[in-house]
């Protein structure tokens, strides 16, 4: 255990005796290191935000801000991480402290350390400077990034009760670029730590991230009750909250073969342990479906962290990806020692939290298949705008060919104990005419599909008129689209 460590603002740290459930903003506070908080415990207010060194894809690293309440410690070991103590020091400054403290960004300051690690995460993206360039014909096309480039998403996981935000937007639309003798820019140029083999022992149970996926596989057949994690964003909300602890724990996020993305001829695969904010990146806007979704997905912190196949692999009714994904005709690719397997998504779902994977299976891709349909949507209603579970999710895939609906998928969440497809409302659009009177009957049926419960979130009533009403959405903003199309 005395090797397992990692490198925190430019210094080893030793784990030494750290239980395997410990999180890194525990470790971290219990180190002397209190400039993050914990607010929430389950990734919603950004209290506990730091940076980590991770690759950006192209040979060097990005400087990318994380929930340090919900990554287990273990899974940081051989890796780097700079934390707000870290950035500056009160006679020193860095860039991004300076105009929080100028525009007035910090009043009681629990949250400072948090935002002060989001923003330099920013202000270290390599793209920035160019967006900036364009100037005014950015801020027009993007409202919420600043002249500077600034994109005010990147807060969006970042609550403030005392600011009331202007002057900590206000800072951010003020920052400039790193300065030429920045150390943490500098070190963008080199590549991101490689991920390390990892077992660590300990009294509350084991933490193991295994070198390969032969070895995953292998573990995995040997301990099918093991629990896998990727991003943590949701074992780390049972850990804090629910108080669980598992025997084993298995972190396959950093295995190559989970990572892949590739947009082929005949379908695109996404791997299962890629982040949603890489899968963003890498699509830019060429599956139109999953680039309206990936935005409203929690905020840019979770997404850091957060990946599909963990979005399915739960298994829950309202995670956000499975009704773009079922509208999409997706197929989850599963592996175990003894091979490989493809099930369509629309059959992966069994049950409430149940699915068809094997105890010592794990999700490895999904891949959707192309071309895709050229008329799309996702509509999510929650509470809030961002950062929020979804009280109904609907994704739509429509082809319309001379007026005509040749195909539709839609895929539902929020209205069942599983994500689900509207079967009987894709029964009535396919060979309809586009018009009013099938979108009426369409909107009808839909608000029909499914069973809807009432719980803190929404009735079972309110649940299915959004249903009905996400159609009439639909077809109100796409019906003018549509016949110019045709």
């Not at 007026?403 to 396919?430: K, S, Y």
């Amino acid at each position: 255990m005395e090797d397992i460590g990692l490198i925190v603002n430019g210094q080893r740290r030793a784990l030494g005796t750290t239980p395997a459930h410990t999180t890194a903003l525990d470790w971290l506070r219990k180190g002397g290191l209190t400039g993050c908080k914990e607010g929430c415990a389950e990734g919603e207010c950004g209290a506990c935000a730091i940076l980590v060194s991770q690759p950006d894809g192209q040979g060097g690293s990005a400087w990318t801000s994380v929930n340090a309440c919900l990554l287990p410690v273990a899974s940081l070991n051989g890796q780097e991480i700079v934390t707000a103590e870290g950035l500056g020091t009160p006679g020193q400054l860095h860039p991004v402290q300076e105009e929080l403290a100028a525009c007035g960004g910090s009043q009681c300051g629990y949250c400072t350390p948090g935002f002060v690690c989001s923003m330099a995460s920013e202000f270290y993206r390599r793209s920035r400077p160019a967006e900036a360039s364009r100037g005014s014909e950015n801020t027009a096309a993007h409202a919420e990034h600043g002249p500077n480039g600034f994109d005010l998403h990147s807060l969006s996981g970042n609550l403030c009760r005392c600011t009331g935000y202007r002057p900590i937007r206000d800072a951010a639309y003020a920052l400039g670029e790193p300065d030429a003798d920045d150390v943490l820019a500098a070190r963008r140029d080199q590549p991101a730590p490689a991920p390390v083999a990892t077992d660590l022992h300990a009294a509350d149970g084991r933490f193991v991230r295994p070198a390969s996926l032969a070895d995953a596989l292998t573990l995995l057949a040997e301990e099918p009750k093991a629990v896998l994690i990727a991003g943590s964003t949701d074992w780390g909300v049972e850990v804090n909250i629910r108080g669980r602890r598992a025997p084993l724990v298995v972190a396959i996020d950093r295995l190559p073969e989970l990572n892949t993305l590739d947009f082929g001829d005949d379908f695109v695969d996404i791997g299962a342990a890629a982040t949603l904010s890489d899968v963003e990146r890498f699509l830019a806007g060429r599956v139109p479906l999953l680039d309206q979704l990936i935005p409203q997905f929690a905020s840019r912190l979770i997404r850091n962290r957060a990946t599909i196949g963990g979005n399915i692999g739960t298994g829950s009714p309202i995670g956000d990806t499975p009704p773009a994904l079922l509208a999409l005709d997706a197929r989850v690719v599963l592996a175990s020692s003894a091979g490989q397997r493809e099930v369509p998504l629309s059959e992966y779902f069994t049950g409430y939290r149940q699915t068809v994977r094997q105890p010592d299976e794990l999700i490895v891709s999904v891949r959707i298949p192309l071309p895709l349909a050229e008329l799309s949507a996702f509509h999510k209603i929650a509470k809030r705008r961002f950062d929020d579970i979804s009280s109904v999710a609907v994704g739509y895939a429509l082809q319309v060919r001379d007026g005509v609906v040749r195909q539709a998928r839609i895929g539902l969440g929020g209205v069942a104990a599983t994500p689900l497809r509207a079967r009987d409302t894709e029964a009535i659009l396919i060979g309809a005419p586009w018009n009013e009177e099938t979108a009426r009957a369409a909107s009808a049926s839909l608000g029909r599909e499914g069973t809807p419960m009432s719980d803190h979130r929404a009735s079972a009533e309110y649940r299915a008129i959004m249903l009905s009403q996400s159609f009439l959405k639909l077809y109100a903003q796409t019906s003018e689209q549509v016949e110019v199309g045709a």
